[in-house]
């Protein structure tokens, strides 16, 4: 019998679990500090008579058509995403900074030669994605020519608000950029030469994630997984032939650490032990029994702190966006254009921004972005009794350390905030995908130790779900999708990436997957 601890019940933990749990010769343990499956997929409880709604998804919206493994999940699980038409309001000036995927405005003329080059150049990163690799998104629009406006207007807010790379988007690498366009497995966008987005890209909202992971928890302790909520691994030891974990239980544990009430220190033996929490998080447990390999790649993986504000303030959303159409936004120079006036008609009665974002007056760079939940969440369709609700907005401040300088989170109507909620989110700065993700397979799978997570590739919740598998598959386990042409190739990306190997031969069909 071969003992396995996971720690961690977010998505790349509960995966891990999934896959595990199905050879007789496992015997599986989460260790979870917080009361709730789930991580940053979290569900919270709001008034159906003023919003429409009972329940917001909060921490994680919904994702592209492409993140199969993610709904392979849902559909094991009894769920099923709903489809929703991704609708983006950039900016607010219609002069300066206002641009959306809906219908063309003057920046998109503004900035028509930059727009035009960067489909060249999508292919230029591309066919030389090592080099790219390690050359930040702003070293780049330098090295060829773009103006300095394309790059604030246009490219910092596109990739910080489907990238999650926020504030440090303009150091993240500039193969993101072409994964955000071009890979089959990760894009949201078809580029266009003449507007920059092409469509309005179907967008999955998810369903209510607290059942999801509780139905998901169910399915794991039902097969025999042992699953400790409210327990905290505060220490590792790795011997040649087993690993000693020692535990504390945890009360409180979804607030911040103060107020927290631990019990008394115990010790649980196992064989291998999984790591399915933030780096900085593992590196902590392992303390000085961490490798120097350990301490150099876990040790550099960058955490920032955010905090998003859930609110019904309608004021400050027109204060700070264009949540509306209006004709002064779109583009003097195509209104004779049949085909660009058949958008403007659409977007008359049918602008209905999901995403908003802006950039920062005083530093072009930093931005802020919002969500219209209401827009967003399949739950608010159904508005039998109350035809007319208050809209729900979700306002997120990006970087405390460096940018809270500039956030406006005090000019949003106390009366009318909802919830507010921290959180600690990944840098995907170029140093990450130059000393971190390519030195992953040299940690992964050593003395008795496996990392799954997100951070492991990208801060996505399909990434994390992959890595999760991919993990459990280098322990021995099957891949549950692979006869899911797409969610096979996402599994054998990350499999690749993080562990440097690829699918077993009766698993592929082609040489990689």
Not at 38 to 48: F, L, N, V
Not at 469 to 475: E, G, I, T
Request: with cysteine; net charge neutral; aromatic share 12%.
């Amino acid at each position: 019998m071969r003992r396995i601890v996971i720690i961690g019940a977010g998505a790349s933990g509960m995966a891990c679990a999934e896959a595990l749990k199905d050879d007789p010769q496992n015997t599986v343990t989460i260790i979870e500090r917080t009361k709730c499956c789930g991580g940053m997929a979290t569900s919270e409880e709001i008034d159906p008579k003023r919003f429409g709604a009972s329940f917001i998804n909060d921490g994680v919206q919904g994702a592209s058509p492409q993140f199969s493994n993610t709904y392979a999940v849902f559909d094991l699980l009894g769920f099923k995403p709903s489809e929703v038409k991704m609708q983006v309001s950039f900016g607010r000036d219609p002069e300066e900074d206002f641009w959306s995927n809906v219908f063309p405005s003057a920046v998109i003329d503004k900035y028509a030669k930059d727009i035009k080059k960067f489909g060249w150049v999508l292919k230029v990163i591309k066919s030389a994605e090592p080099l790219f690799g390690l050359i930040p998104v702003d070293v780049m629009l330098k090295m060829f020519g773009f103006s300095q406006g394309f790059g604030d207007v246009i490219v910092y807010p596109l990739v910080a608000l489907f990238m999650g790379t926020g504030q440090q988007t303009p150091y993240v690498s500039s193969v993101i950029l072409e994964r955000l366009f071009l890979d089959p497995s990760m894009k949201l966008f078809d580029y266009s030469s003449d507007s920059f987005l092409d469509s309005i890209p179907p967008m999955r909202a998810f369903p209510r994630l607290s059942e999801v992971y509780s139905t998901w928890q169910t399915r794991l302790t039902d097969a025999g997984v042992s699953i400790m909520l409210e327990t905290q691994a505060t220490a590792v030891k790795r011997a040649k032939d087993k690993v000693t974990v020692t535990i504390q239980s945890v009360k409180n544990a979804n607030t911040l650490r103060e107020g927290e009430i631990l019990g008394p220190e115990t010790e649980m033996e196992f064989d291998e032990i999984v790591f399915a929490c933030d780096a900085d998080t593992a590196l902590t447990i392992l303390g000085t029994n961490a490798t120097v390999m350990e301490k150099k790649v876990l040790g550099n993986v960058k955490y920032l702190y955010d905090v998003s504000v859930t609110h019904c303030d309608r004021e400050y959303m027109e204060k700070y966006y264009r949540l509306q159409f209006d004709e002064k936004l779109f583009s003097e120079q195509r209104k004779d254009d049949p085909k660009e006036r058949g958008k403007a008609e659409f977007a008359k009665e049918n602008f209905k921004p999901l995403y908003f974002i802006r950039s920062y007056p005083s530093d072009k760079k930093k931005i802020e972005m919002s969500f219209d939940l209401t827009h967003y969440q399949p739950q608010f369709d159904s508005q039998d009794n109350n035809p007319n609700p208050e809209h729900v907005y979700q306002t997120i401040f990006l970087d405390k350390d460096d940018s809270s300088h500039l956030w406006t989170e005090d000019e949003i109507n106390p009366n009318n905030i909802i919830l507010k909620k921290w959180w600690k989110q990944q840098s995907h700065r170029w140093q990450h995908y130059g000393f971190t993700v390519p030195w992953m397979m040299w940690i992964n799978s050593k003395n008795r130790t496996h990392y799954c997570g997100a951070w492991t590739v990208l801060n996505m919740h399909e990434i994390a779900i992959a890595s999760g598998f991919a993990v459990a598959y280098r322990l021995g386990a099957k891949y549950p999708f692979k006869d899911d042409d797409q969610a096979r190739r996402m599994f054998a990306l990350v499999l690749g990436a993080s562990h440097g190997v690829r699918m077993r031969k009766e698993d592929r069909k082609g040489f990689f997957y």
